[in-house]
């Protein structure tokens, strides 16, 4: 774009929106923090920061006078690189980041969507309470919530979705709604797994649970046998308290590094007996190099994003196994042993399994493991090496059901509709038709409206 060009569009977009919202230009103050994001770098024409949802609609209705494809940003963390744009605007939902604890009694917290989960669990400490959520601190309430929102307290409290009781959302049309399990109860229901398509959230209404200290840190194994181990792990989680939550992470051999399989665990209490016995026997699984399991506030397990090398980019995919077989272990085994692609396998079940298919849009609720590859990809690849690695994928994807697009790389049509069951993916499509028929929230793991 032009300077003069640019200039123009900035002059309308502040008598569009200046009131209500922060507009930004290339060459402005702030706009590189919001045209970078952690998996991609952009170049919108235009940034909007919206103070609140009037800001985000009266942004929504800029856009449609203009023709300016959106895109929406909360933490910035998507893997697929949908954070951020190289062209149209950005709303960017950061400054939307109030945490409110409406009704101590019940635990209804009241958290806008461009809060971080490390500013939730801070705010809601004092008062003894919680909310299962990501891994690390700048995650983006938003984004995670509307992918489902798998955590390290999963087992035991379910997915973030799973603790949601209303969302607030502005339309394509500029209309701010509120959706809960009486109003627009399709809606909600679509919010809670199918990702950004149907609106902007700009708020949340929790249920936050008492969590004070938790157990949590990492086992790293000598391990000879990988596959054994992982059987054993399996074995293991299937018999353990729900409380406890782990990940099996599977570290290829590399030049110069060995490889390297770590435990990380999370038992959700500070019940220090509870906690010796549900570990015992994974601390017995195989010989144990290290342990760095210890007792602390959950607010403090949620750890800062490392950024990649320069030069370097991640390619993620991942897949539900129902069951983690000896076909399914044998395959993971497989695709660890070729190098090159980091795994974690993450525990399911629990309180997240007993919710039912069709309650909200996550549908893998009967999945038993989450198996995530990470291949780390240089910067301009060398030809032919992104397709090795898929291909290297394909045998533990063909094995496996769908996909949770809070960790999909991708944003291929085939591949989003490939991550929810059939009868979900026709749901999602005919709730996108009520709300978004013009496909307006297109940047994003998109889901066409159905046809009328």
Same mark, same amino acid.
């Given at each position: /774009?032009?300077?003069?060009?640019?200039?123009?569009?900035?002059?309308?977009?502040?008598?569009?929106?200046?009131?209500?919202?922060?507009?930004?230009?290339?060459?402005?103050?702030?706009?590189?923090?919001?045209?970078?994001?952690?998996?991609?770098?952009?170049?919108?024409?235009?940034?909007?920061?919206?103070?609140?949802?009037?800001?985000? #609609? #009266?942004?929504?209705?800029?856009?449609?006078?203009?023709?300016?494809?959106?895109?929406?940003?909360?933490? %910035?963390?998507? !893997?697929?690189?949908? +954070?951020?744009?190289?062209?149209?605007?950005?709303?960017?939902?950061?400054?939307?980041?109030?945490?409110?604890?409406?009704?101590?009694?019940?635990?209804?917290?009241?958290?806008?969507?461009?809060?971080?989960?490390?500013?939730?669990?801070?705010?809601?400490?004092?008062?003894?309470?919680?909310?299962?959520?990501?891994?690390?601190?700048? $995650?983006?309430?938003?984004?995670?919530?509307?992918?489902?929102?798998?955590?390290? /307290?999963?087992?035991?409290?379910?997915?973030?979705?799973?603790?949601?009781?209303?969302?607030?959302?502005?339309?394509?049309?500029?209309?701010?709604?509120?959706?809960?399990?009486?109003?627009?109860?399709?809606?909600?229901?679509?919010?809670?797994?199918?990702? %950004?398509?149907?609106?902007?959230?700009?708020?949340?209404?929790?249920?936050?649970?008492?969590?004070?200290?938790?157990?949590?840190?990492?086992?790293?194994?000598?391990?000879?046998?990988?596959?054994?181990?992982?059987?054993?792990?399996?074995?293991? !989680?299937?018999?353990?308290?729900?409380?406890?939550?782990?990940?099996?992470?599977?570290?290829?051999?590399? =030049?110069?590094?060995?490889?390297?399989?770590?435990?990380?665990?999370?038992?959700?209490?500070?019940?220090? #007996?509870?906690?010796?016995?549900?570990?015992? =026997?994974?601390?017995?699984?195989?010989?144990?190099?290290?342990?760095?399991?210890?007792? !602390? =506030?959950?607010?403090?397990?949620?750890?800062?994003?490392?950024?990649?090398?320069?030069?370097?980019?991640?390619?993620?995919?991942?897949?539900?196994?129902?069951?983690?077989?000896?076909?399914? $272990?044998?395959?993971?085994?497989?695709?660890?042993?070729?190098?090159?692609?980091?795994?974690?396998?993450?525990?399911?079940?629990?309180?997240?399994?007993?919710? +039912?298919?069709?309650?909200?849009?996550?549908?893998?609720?009967?999945?038993?493991?989450?198996?995530?590859?990470?291949?780390?990809?240089?910067?301009?690849?060398?030809?032919? !090496?992104?397709?090795?690695?898929?291909?290297?994928?394909?045998?533990?994807?063909?094995?496996?059901?769908?996909?949770?697009? %809070?960790?999909?790389?991708?944003?291929?049509?085939?591949?989003?509709?490939?991550?929810?069951?059939? #009868?979900?993916?026709?749901?999602?499509?005919?709730?996108?038709?009520?709300?978004?028929?013009?496909?307006?929230?297109?940047?994003?793991?998109?889901?066409?409206?159905?046809?009328?």
């Amino acid at each position: /774009m032009t300077q003069l060009a640019s200039n123009e569009l900035l002059s309308s977009a502040l008598t569009a929106v200046g009131a209500i919202a922060e507009v930004l230009v290339p060459g402005d103050d702030g706009y590189a923090g919001t045209a970078s994001a952690l998996f991609a770098d952009g170049t919108p024409d235009l940034v909007i920061r919206p103070h609140d949802a009037a800001g985000v #609609a #009266a942004a929504l209705r800029y856009a449609a006078g203009t023709g300016l494809a959106v895109t929406v940003r909360s933490g %910035g963390h998507s !893997m697929a690189g949908l +954070s951020t744009s190289t062209d149209g605007m950005i709303i960017d939902t950061r400054r939307i980041s109030g945490v409110r604890l409406l009704d101590p009694a019940s635990g209804r917290v009241r958290v806008g969507a461009g809060a971080t989960w490390g500013a939730v669990a801070a705010a809601l400490r004092p008062h003894g309470l919680g909310l299962t959520a990501g891994d690390t601190s700048g $995650v983006g309430v938003a984004g995670l919530t509307l992918g489902g929102g798998i955590g390290w /307290m999963v087992r035991r409290y379910g997915l973030a979705i799973d603790s949601l009781a209303a969302a607030q959302v502005v339309t394509a049309d500029g209309r701010l709604i509120g959706a809960d399990a009486v109003e627009h109860a399709d809606l909600f229901w679509a919010l809670r797994g199918g990702g %950004g398509n149907f609106g902007v959230a700009t708020g949340f209404d929790f249920t936050a649970r008492p969590v004070t200290s938790v157990h949590f840190g990492e086992i790293s194994y000598q391990a000879g046998d990988v596959p054994r181990l992982i059987a054993g792990w399996r074995d293991l !989680m299937r018999a353990g308290d729900e409380k406890l939550t782990t990940t099996l992470n599977l570290m290829p051999a590399m =030049p110069g590094r060995p490889g390297g399989v770590t435990l990380a665990c999370c038992y959700a209490s500070p019940d220090g #007996a509870g906690a010796a016995q549900a570990l015992r =026997p994974f601390r017995a699984l195989a010989p144990v190099a290290s342990d760095s399991i210890r007792v !602390m =506030p959950y607010a403090e397990i949620l750890e800062d994003m490392t950024p990649l090398p320069p030069g370097l980019r991640m390619e993620l995919r991942n897949t539900f196994f129902t069951t983690l077989d000896d076909a399914r $272990v044998a395959a993971v085994g497989e695709l660890l042993a070729g190098g090159g692609a980091a795994l974690s396998l993450r525990s399911l079940g629990g309180a997240a399994a007993r919710v +039912s298919r069709d309650a909200t849009a996550f549908a893998h609720r009967d999945a038993e493991v989450m198996v995530a590859a990470a291949f780390l990809i240089p910067q301009p690849a060398p030809p032919g !090496m992104l397709p090795e690695a898929l291909n290297r994928w394909s045998p533990v994807a063909a094995l496996g059901s769908g996909a949770y697009v %809070g960790f999909l790389g991708s944003a291929d049509p085939a591949d989003v509709a490939a991550a929810y069951p059939p #009868a979900t993916y026709r749901r999602l499509a005919a709730v996108k038709r009520r709300y978004d028929p013009a496909n307006v929230f297109r940047r994003t793991h998109n889901i066409l409206p159905a046809r009328s």
